[in-house]
Nanobody
Framework: VQLQASGGGLVQAGGSLRLSCAAS?????????IGWFRQAPEKEREFVAF????????DYPDSVKGRFTISGDSAKNTVYLQMNSLRPEDTAVYYC?????????????????WGQGTLVTVSS
């Protein structure tokens, strides 16, 4: 399974970006959930969002709730992260990851496959 993250770039504070994560394997191959994480310089990797394919269940931490939206197209094996009202503190490398699990999805340890990351830079 390979994950390809894209859509990062430089944006001003208050702007928007949409990240994409394309998976090489269909959701039927035991990959029940997709998550997004981010890592800023000198900081630990942080949970951003997850989408559980069954029931299209999603969740977010308080830091992005109301600003970020995760969605998925199972026919295209692609998950999107729409990021609005971006802030300088959202600057990080964003990673998508796939998990065979449906619980514990805010933890990076629940994910087996990881994409290469895409850089998001928000200027003030």
């Amino acid at each position: 399974v390979q994950l390809q993250a894209s859509g990062g770039g430089l944006v001003q504070a208050g702007g928007s970006l949409r990240l994409s994560c394309a998976a090489s394997a269909p959701s039927g191959r035991g990959l029940r959930s997709i998550g997004w994480f981010r890592q800023a310089p000198e900081k630990e990797r942080e949970f951003v969002a997850f989408l559980r394919w069954r029931g299209k269940i999603s969740d977010y931490p308080d830091s992005v709730k109301g600003r970020f939206t995760i969605s998925g197209d199972s026919a295209k094996n692609t998950v999107y992260l729409q990021m609005n009202s971006l802030r300088p503190e959202d600057t990080a490398v964003y990673y998508c990851a796939a998990s065979p699990r449906e619980l514990g999805l805010s933890s990076a340890t629940s994910y087996v496959y990881w994409g290469q990351g895409t850089l998001v830079t928000v200027s003030s």
